[in-house]
């Protein structure tokens, strides 16, 4: 065939006729594009037209050897066969360069001779990143003019290189070279070592001819393992694709990726980042199962814990393209991360990073690691991005898992908190339980909520659990209701942003803290501050201890969610504490209506007998002057006069004249009411606050609010109670017989005594002070004996009530009764008076009162004492002496009609406490 296409006419029809032939031997390479192919063939052409006929037949032969060749390694070895049959060599080495990653491949051929004596080929083979081999590669290649070169020389040249010196050991003295070429693309050099004599007869044209086909067939060999390798990486790719879909979980995703993908990349671990809850920042979240056993790092649960920020993520984050780093390099930079040192006390040379994204927004990374240097080609790079992607879909997946799976377990917790608090209506319940909740929950132990006032720019602590703050109950109770201030600057912070804020505890903010929390508040606990929004417009704020920030912060949903379900619960309680009070208050105005019911009924009675009040004597006259001149004023009136001279009747006259005539006037009996007694009376008295007070009771000075109050019998008071009275009429507030707190009232003060309070003041038995405060307007009434130009008309005035309500027709007043009465010293005065005169009509018959029943035993009237006996007695006697002829002259009896207290006009209650007081006994009747 040869000699045929030798023989063809023209050369171009030569060339044509040793194209189809060429054509033919590489019509198996399918996958050779045809302007590939033409360039091949142009350059197989060029050399075989070169070449004799003996080696053209080589050549040919050789073409059809190569065009069998499945692979590098055995295009090599057959391309070894053939040159060392034609030519006398040593050896053969053949350099093969990757562009991909710069590196040099090494096929070094040499027969060496065996233990039993035969001669046999040894195969070398080794990779070599080595740089400084390519300026002395390319000027061997360069330099090839007659192809053959003195090794000696090159290792006098180029000292530093191994190369030579193992060419010059081996005793390979000469070389020629050859460049492996295809389309302008250098695949490599091949090396001849020639014996020394064979130098000068080296068949060049024989050895391009070689060369060409071996780039030829390298170049073809080489597209057919990169359409292999891409063949297989898709199917590769394509069964990742399946499998990880099905992962779920870190430690799923971590065995994968160490089954999958570790040896398919050749690295030694890798490691997933992925973006914390602060969207800034980013920590380790995944390590392969080799990654684990190496660092500790095996636990990553705590994300945030674990940040790998830094210049290495910033970069990564701006490209989809993976970025290699030299971990030697990194560890000079001035920031160091902690990966950066593990790895390289790991022994790991090479970082590969590639972000994790999702369209633009990046949540993670992907970090590869490589115990060794520049040994990921192209194709890696590649790879490794398209895994990146599907690791980015199963990585999103787990980390919405987890998200889900977390906000469940938030959800159950929350469900649980509201569910534990949703009852609640009770403070101290709440502060329990919370206190628990809390512990539970965040690891919280102590903790107060701080109620915030606008207006007054002040707080009160409103909740916290008073078992474990270590104070007494009332100390606790007085907290509660302390204004405090909180510091502005804390405050400011705290309301600012509805999440935990960190805060700097100082003294002032200090006493704001219950119980033990002052105490650790100063230990190294951190203080957190979270505001809660009460309804529309309050506010609260929930400070606590903690010693991890950054926890709480990670529970921020869940605090911030909890924080709303107590603001509902403390809106709850603040409305049902309000509700509360106002049922109290209704209780006590309820109880106050009873009791004003109670009274308004006696009232209506005694008012039937004070609707008027009778006297025509100049002293009257000014007594009714007076009463219209201190009525209009809010003044404290003190009656003074003896008993049964009209003193109540003054009383309520000037109520019934005054601003508060349509509220009540109450009348206390300061002498009807043992000493005990009188302080509930006046003041009232809680529920249990002594034997006896089964029930809260209100007391006059609050049953005569904005009314008055009528002290009768104010001489009487014990001196202990007349403190508190002072103290009441000062302050115009009291406090209950075992209550805490005072209550404001509005109450004007009318006193009145039938005793000398002046001599009792000297005496020591009123207090002066009182004295003073009660007697700012004095009205004293005349006994009925100084002014009896009042008699007639008031004996007419009784006539006619008692006639009437006795339904007798009796309208005159006989002389005689008159005169009897006119002489009559009346020491029960006005009282004893209206008594006698409704006893006469009861007695009496026809229209004239003819008999006024006088006592027989008259008493001797003032008026008939002389001056010297009066000098000689005391009130108290006089008084007591009194009462003792009038109990004489009832015989003992006290009560009824025509007892003694009838006679005397006062209750038999007031005359039993005077008959106590004074020290009368039965014996002293006789
Ligand atoms: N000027 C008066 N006109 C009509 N009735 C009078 C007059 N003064 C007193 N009375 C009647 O005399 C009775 C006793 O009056 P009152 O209770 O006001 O006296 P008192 O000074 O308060 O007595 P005591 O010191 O014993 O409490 C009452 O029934 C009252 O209506």
Redesign the pocket.
Known sequence: MLNSIKHAGTEEVRYRALSDMLNEHLISMESLSEKFKDAILTHLLSATLHANDDEKAILLNLSSEVAASRNSEDLLEAVHAKLASFFDIEGLTIILHSAENDSYQFHEYEKERTPAGDIQLKVNRRHEHNLQLRPVINEMADALTDLSFDTAEFVERYPEVDLFKSWEAKGWQNFAAVTLKVSGETLGHLILHMFPHAVASLRINLLRGISAQLSVALSNIKMVEETMRRRNEMELLLAINIDIASVRGTDELARFIKDKFKQLLGCSHTMIAVRNNDGLTYSAFLLDEDARAKTHLSNLSARDSNKINGPVLNQARQTSIPLLFDLDELALQEYQPLYVKINRQLQQKTLLVIRLAKGEEVFGFWLIYFKDRDIITTGKLQLIQSLSLQLCISVANILANQEIKSREEEKGRLLKFSSAIAPVRDHKLLAKILKVQFQELFGIEDYVIHLFDRESQKCMPFLYDASQAGAEPDELADNLNTLMTFPESILDLITEIDSPVLYEVNDSCLTLLPGPMTADAQSDNTRIGMFIQIGSEGIAVLSFLHPDFRQVKQQEVLLKSICSQLSIAISNILANEKVNQQLIEIDRYKHQLEEETIYLKEEIEVNQ??A????ESQV?QKTFRMVTQVASSDSTVLIL??????????ARAIHNNSPRKNKLMVKVNCAALPANLIESELFGHEKGSFTGATERRLGKFELANNGTLFL??IGEMPLELQVKLLRALQEKEIERVGGRGTIKVDVRIIA?T?RDLEKEVDEGRFRSDLYYRLNIFPIE?SALRDRKE?IPI?AT?FIHRYAKKTGRQITTLGSKALQEMVHYSWPG???EL?HLIERSILLSTGPMLKNIHLPTNKPKGTAATSAGEIALKTIDENECDHILKILKYCQGRISGPGGAADIL??PPS?LNSKIKRLGIKKEHLI
């Open positions: 007998n004070y008027e009040i009778i006297g009257m006069g003896e008993t049964g001279t009209g003193k109540e009747l003054i009768d019998e009145a039938n009434l009042d008031l005035h005065n006005i009282r209206e006009g006062v007031t």
